[in-house]
């Protein structure tokens, strides 16, 4: 039943989005959206090597993709490349495979475990993860040293 997916504490998320705007100079930004439903996420992202330091968000979703974006924009900062790509393998998991919803403070997305019954909904879900790792792919792509660059 919808109202699974849609109950309080999935409401509260999508009414309390932190980080929301742009940054002024991000070192990548990404945008995500759902054909499906139409919600689109655009994503700002500043990162130290792996880490990333700072994050902004333009969240034009369903309450699935505000309520995704909410725990993204709470614990992004901080988090590794290579933490948020498995981030993103989980979720996907978890909505496609029955995997198990990701721990730790990252255990919020539990509360998204109920939108795998609903096919529909979960490319909006997806939104922010995907645009997130679309982001950090660009940052590494531009600090790659650039072929024939190398010293000999």
């Known amino acids: 039943m919808l109202n699974d997916i849609y109950n309080k504490r999935i409401i509260e998320l999508a009414g309390n989005i932190p980080r ?6 991000p070192d990548a930004s990404a945008t995500a959206h759902s054909k499906l439903c139409g919600s689109t996420v655009k994503v700002d992202l500043s990162m130290d090597g792996p880490v990333v330091t700072d994050f902004a968000h333009d969240v034009k979703a369903c309450a699935l993709g505000q309520a995704s974006s909410s ?15 498995e981030l993103r393998e989980t979720v996907r998991k978890m909505l ?22 609903y096919k529909a909904r979960h490319a909006s879900t997806m ?7 679309d982001a950090i792919g660009q940052i590494e792509a531009k600090n790659k040293e650039p072929v024939g660059a190398q010293a000999n």
């Open 127 to 133: 939104l922010t993860f995907d645009a997130v790792v």
């Open 20 to 25: 929301l705007g742009r940054l002024p100079a």
């Open 96 to 117: 496609k495979e029955n995997g198990r919803p990701p721990e730790g403070k990252w255990a919020d997305i539990a509360l998204l475990e109920p939108v795998r019954d």
């Open 71 to 85: 725990i993204m924009a709470s614990h992004v900062v901080g988090s590794t490349a290579t933490e948020l790509r």
